[in-house]
Nanobody, 126 residues
Framework: QVQLVESGGGLVQAGGSLRLSCAAS????????MGWFRQAPGKEREFVAC????????YYAVSVKGRFTISRDNAKNTVYLQMNNLKPEDTAVYYC???????????????????WGQGTQVTVSS
């Protein structure tokens, strides 16, 4: 089993920044990728960003590219999401996810992840 614990969400004004963290524990000795997804009220959960654990390759949704940066600390089994120039439309619950089974080359789909965190709320006021 893998446990994921997110932190760093909160309320921020438009144009501000937040940094989300996600710490993984448990059976993490095989990690292919970690990612961030978000879900706004009444909407589907959508891909935000991901990072392949061995290569460090990163992928971003078009809506966040250039504003968000995903990074990892292998020693701490932690992934971060630095969010700059936040917009009201970024308001959502942000979920961390981990893939330890599939190893997809571009893991941007929900079904490519097998472990999920509980989510952290990000609210951006206008």
């Amino acid at each position: 089993q893998v446990q994921l614990v997110e932190s760093g969400g909160g309320l921020v004004q438009a144009g501000g920044s937040l940094r989300l963290s996600c710490a993984a524990s448990g059976r993490t000795f095989i990690t292919y990728a970690m990612g961030w997804f978000r879900q706004a009220p009444g909407k589907e959960r959508e891909f935000v960003a991901c990072i392949r654990w061995s290569s460090g390759n990163t992928y971003y949704a078009v809506s966040v590219k250039g504003r968000f940066t995903i990074s990892r600390d292998n020693a701490k089994n932690t992934v971060y999401l630095q969010m700059n120039n936040l917009k009201p439309e970024d308001t959502a619950v942000y979920y961390c996810a981990l893939d330890r089974n599939r190893g997809a080359p571009t893991p941007i789909r929900k079904y490519e992840y097998d472990s999920w965190g509980q989510g952290t709320q990000v609210t951006v006021s206008s």
